[in-house]
């Protein structure tokens, strides 16, 4: 059952962080998904960003809905705190949330199913609003905890496991989310922890609502020829828009790197990082070239990953609303309680 703890022995020679902490301190309970399932390398993703970012599990708040996706906040940061929500509903529980304790850092779970069916308006409205939280939508295209009917992110005349295709068009969460105005958008593969782990790390250092749709084949209804979620089709049609890495915010190192040219540049640990210049056509910043772009290589059945989106400029939630930096739980009765002429005066203003 998920409940199963892992054994808790840690080698005294595992490295440590900048909180003191190893690796298996971001770990969760055992996972019952099934063996292979891409949802796990996301677990695995998330574990390893959080732990190099030296981010506390216990500062970290886990939501999801319903769905294989929706039960992996238990194999990850164990001692986070979690709301396991109904389906579809996770992204006003996060609001929710969020609003009363800033404090913390949000991540909501959730799959194609639980995000683009029956929670696709909550999903919307959470982009909208701007929700300070990163997102993720671990995709298979299927319902697997119902015997992998269609989702609807399943493309059109994919194949199921018993051979018949899909007649529907899909929602793409990626463009989806760039057209209502999400702040961050990316896609990863989970088969492909080394451009999704730096990925995961910028969203979560994002501020606002950022979205990562990361394909995550169902090894038991979706992992056959003729799916268009499957390991193999997903790495033969994959295409990364820029290299991914992240680094976190020091003295800005200035160099110049020319079109096509391949440069070593020392970073603030001492490490000296490789760049080149790819895709220079590519500006995650352009909105409309970003939707041409995915669409261009969709038509082409190129799943493009990447940093696809990002808008800085807009204010988060909280600096919208001008809510409290204090945890709500943290304020006095006096604060909290607006009293009666409050009220009554905010009553008098809907008569």
Known sequence: MSFIKKPKITHPGLPRNAAGLTLRDYEGAMSTLCAGCGHDSIS???????F??????????KVSGIGCSSKTPTYFLGGAHGFNSVHGRMP??????????RELQYIGVSGDGDSLSIGLGQFAHAIRRNVNMMYLIENNGVYG????????????????????????????????????GCTFVGRGF??????????????ISHSGFALLDIISPCVTFND???????YAHTRAHMRETVHADYTSVH?????HVEPGEFKKIQMHDGSRVGFKRVDENFDPTDRIGA???????RAKGEVVTGLLYLEESTSEMHHVLGSSETAMSELPYEKLNPGAQNLERIQARWR
Do not use: W
Request: cysteine-free; aromatic content about 4%.
């Open 44 to 50: 695995s993703a998330i574990m390893q960003a959080y």
């Open 52 to 61: 190099e970012l030296a981010i506390e599990p216990h500062r970290v708040a």
């Open 92 to 101: 006003s529980i996060a609001t929710g949330a969020n609003a009363a304790n």
């Open 145 to 180: 905890l119902t015997k992998g009917q269609f989702s609807a992110s399943a493309d059109r005349g994919s194949k199921a496991k018993k051979g018949e295709a899909n007649p529907y068009s899909p929602i793409d969460p990626v463009l989806l989310a760039i057209s209502l």
């Open 190 to 203: 989970s088969g492909d922890k080394e451009h999704l782990v730096p990925l995961i790390k910028s969203a």
């Open 224 to 230: 056959h020829e003729g799916s268009t979620k499957s």
């Open 251 to 255: 003295e800005e190192i200035v160099s």
């Open 291 to 297: 939707i041409s772009y995915i669409e261009s290589h």
